[in-house]
Each structure stands twice: as structure tokens, then as C-alpha cells.
């Protein structure tokens, strides 16, 4: 059993994780409280409060986490699978629908499924990351197909889109799809098993439906500057990131940039996460690194499956086997961001979030020696 701490609020929020620039900028603590802001992309504290216990410190994904008990509240089980998390299955997936698999970044499941969810009315409202490519993403609150389609694609920095999930609720919104990174996938499900927590905490029992997208890491604010020159003030249509580039899409034409350009505007708290696939998402979606028109699809939750399974029967998406000699391909990629992320810690690198048990490193331990 971990002992986390319950008795910190916005100051050592501000010290722990704001000042020393572990802040992952997931957003949910922005807009919970008038003292708390999103900036650009950047979470400041406006004013120090002066509570000494806050929600903000508890629900933020870089603050001490007990991993097991959210695998237990979101899974009803102990995980099995320490690469991948709790699963049921993993696929690969694509919209059928023409919008939504033409603007995606890749099959457009994500926004197929959001849409999906709206139509259906099992949430009233979807918090997505908006706004042209190229460009700072802004929180957008969708509650239509068309507002979904227009956030399609990947803005490929830390946007901390989750203020908007306070603000949806604000405006009178009772179940929201969230979209997002995994550290903003923690956060929400840090906040749905706080228990008791002190004061008002309105969107606690408002968020539905989880979609967690994969994220080995996000870039700097600044990288929008590279993009901009490199375009050469022409429209940027869509930005995407195959392994050894990043490539500009404008209508003349694309522009890769190498990923050496690219590195330096990795975000170092990044670095030491430890979750490249939303493990606590409903369902999670990335890329194949293989066919652009269809995405990884893994289905974690009971209730992602249902909805997988309703969306697939309809005629939304449909889903293939994960061919079997790229499943080693995925598995090697994650066990190895991990391990990056324990031998940092090993050698005395600070991730106070990742407070795990001696089991839990047990057992990542054990699958250091897999081979795959
Ligand atoms: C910062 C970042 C890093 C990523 N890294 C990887 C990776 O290493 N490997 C991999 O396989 N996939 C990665 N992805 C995921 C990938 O880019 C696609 O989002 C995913 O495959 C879904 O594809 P789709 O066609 O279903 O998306 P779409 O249908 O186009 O939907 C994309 C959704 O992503 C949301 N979104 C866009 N930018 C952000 C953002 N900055 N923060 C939160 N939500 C956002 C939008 O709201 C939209 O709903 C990353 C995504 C982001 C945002």
C-alpha cells in the first residue's frame, strides 16, 4: 500500500511541480479554481490560495499515484499485462465513415468514436484539442459531428485541453467524452477515485467516456515558430511525425524536417513518463507505423468494449487483427520507454509521481529479461 500524500494543496503544486518543470500541462487543474490558470500552454498559480489540502495537488499526474488502486477502480482487476496495461483487446481499426477517416490524423478512429458517442447521446459534450494545424491547439468543448471533424488531426504539443472539462461541466454539461494524452488520461481518472475530497468538485462524476491517444512525447510551444518559418507563411494543412521526420503538409507540396531538428523541442518531463499509451484510457488509438490509413485500436475498459463493439456492429469503424509480426514491434517500443524512464530514476533523476510498489517494479523487473 502506498501512503500518498493528502495534505498538500496549490503551493506545493506550485513547487513540486510547476516551478521545477515536471508540470505535464494535462490542464485539469486549470479552471478548477480562480487561482489556477492556463496560459498559452503553460499552468500557472495565479494567487496562492492558501488552502493547505487541494484537489489540484491530488488529481495532477505528477504528483505521487497509486497506479495499482486506479488499475483496480478503472478495471475491477490487477493488471497482468506491465507493458500495455489492462487490456481486452488489441486491433487495428479505421473509420468507415468518409469524414472522419479523410481529416483523421491517421484512420480517424478517434473522432469517429467521439462523433459516435455525441449521435448516440451518451455524452452530452466532447473535450477535444482544436484549432488550425500547425498552430497552439486550443480546448474546445464539441457537441456536434462537424465540431468533432474540425479538431481532427495531431497538434504534437502538451495543449493543456483539460480546463475545458470544468468549464463544460460549468456550462451545464452532465457527461462528457474526453480526448487525450495519457498524463491528461491519469489526471481524469485521478480525479474520478478522489474520495474525499476537499471542496467543490462538480466534474468529479462527469467524465463518460475516455479516449487516451498514444504519446511517447510531446513537444515545445516554440516548435509552432520551426513549423511556421519552415512552411514559409503558407497554410500549414496537416503536421505528422513517421519516425525519422516531421513533415509539413501545405498545398504545394510536403516538407520534412529530421528529426534531429525536432529532438530539442521534445518536452524533458516527457521523458520521464512512464505511460506511452493511456493505459487508463477506455480505449486508447495511435498509429500503426505502418499503414497511415488505419490506427492501433487497443480496447481496455468493459465499457470501451461495448462501445467498440456497438460502433463496429453499426457500421462506424471496423477493425482487423493486429497482424502478429508488428505485435513484438509494439510491445519492444513501450517495454523500452519504460525502462528508459526506470533507468533514469535508478541513476537519481526525480519522477516523485512514480511512486511505485516494490511488486509493481518487481514485475517490470521480470519483463526486462522478456524477450520479445
Ligand atoms: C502530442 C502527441 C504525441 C503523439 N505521439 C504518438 C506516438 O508517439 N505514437 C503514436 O502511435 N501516436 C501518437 N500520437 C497519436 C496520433 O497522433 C493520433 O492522435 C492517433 O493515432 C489517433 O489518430 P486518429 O486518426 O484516430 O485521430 P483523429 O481522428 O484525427 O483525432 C485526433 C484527436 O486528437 C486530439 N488531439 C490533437 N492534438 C492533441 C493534443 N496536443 N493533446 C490532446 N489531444 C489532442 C484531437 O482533439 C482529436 O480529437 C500522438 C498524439 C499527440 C497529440
Known amino acids: 500500500m502506498i501512503t500518498l500524500d493528502r495534505t498538500k494543496g496549490s503551493l506545493e503544486l506550485k513547487q513540486e511541480v510547476m516551478d521545477s518543470g515536471v508540470c505535464a500541462r494535462c490542464g485539469l487543474c486549470a479552471e478548477l479554481c480562480p487561482y489556477i490558470k492556463a496560459v498559452g ?52 481499426a479505421r473509420s468507415l465513415q468518409d469524414d472522419a477517416a479523410e481529416k483523421g490524423q491517421y484512420g480517424g478512429v478517434v473522432s469517429a468514436l467521439a462523433a459516435y458517442l455525441l449521435e448516440q447521446g451518451r455524452v452530452s459534450g466532447a473535450v477535444l484539442a482544436g484549432g488550425p494545424a500547425g498552430e497552439t491547439p486550443q480546448a474546445v468543448v464539441a457537441t456536434s459531428r462537424g465540431e468533432v471533424l474540425a479538431c481532427a488531426g495531431s497538434h504534437y504539443s502538451a495543449a493543456p ?20 494524452r495519457p498524463c491528461q488520461v491519469l489526471a481524469l481518472r485521478k480525479m ?17 467516456f475516455i479516449i487516451g491517444l498514444f504519446c511517447f ?13 519552415r512552411a514559409g507563411g503558407q497554410k500549414i494543412l496537416k503536421v505528422d511525425i513517421p519516425q525519422d521526420f516531421l513533415t509539413i503538409t501545405t498545398e504545394s507540396g510536403s ?4 528529426i534531429e531538428e525536432v529532438r530539442p523541442f521534445i518536452r524533458p518531463t516527457c521523458q520521464l513518463c512512464f505511460d506511452p499509451t493511456s493505459e487508463f484510457a477506455d480505449v486508447s488509438v495511435g498509429s500503426t507505423e505502418y499503414d497511415p490509413q488505419w490506427n492501433t485500436l487497443i480496447v481496455r475498459s468493459t465499457k470501451g468494449k461495448e462501445i467498440v463493439d456497438a460502433a463496429r456492429a453499426e457500421g462506424i469503424i471496423e477493425t482487423k487483427a493486429y497482424p502478429d509480426e508488428r505485435l513484438p514491434l509494439l510491445y519492444q517500443a513501450v517495454r523500452n520507454k519504460k525502462l528508459r524512464v526506470l533507468q533514469a530514476l535508478e541513476s537519481g533523476q526525480e519522477a516523485g509521481y512514480l511512486r511505485l510498489t516494490d511488486q509493481y517494479r518487481e514485475n517490470l523487473k521480470r519483463e526486462r529479461g522478456m524477450n520479445l
Open 217 to 229: 512525447w510531446s513537444l515545445e510551444t516554440e516548435i509552432y515558430d520551426l513549423l511556421s518559418r
Open 161 to 180: 485541453t483539460l480546463s475545458a472539462v470544468h468549464r463544460a461541466v460549468k456550462e451545464g454539461m452532465d457527461s462528457l467524452a474526453v480526448v487525450g
Open 41 to 92: 500552454e503553460r499552468v500557472a498559480l495565479v494567487y496562492p490560495c492558501g488552502l493547505e489540502e487541494g484537489n489540484c495537488y491530488r488529481l495532477c499526474p505528477r504528483t505521487p499515484t497509486d497506479w495499482e488502486q486506479i488499475d483496480r477502480s478503472v478495471f475491477n482487476r490487477e493488471r497482468v499485462d506491465h507493458v500495455l496495461g489492462n487490456h481486452l483487446e488489441i486491433l487495428f
Open 192 to 208: 474520478q477515485g478522489l474520495k474525499d475530497a476537499p471542496g467543490y468538485l462538480p466534474a468529479k462524476d462527469k467524465v463518460e
Open 255 to 258: 516538407t520534412n524536417i529530421p
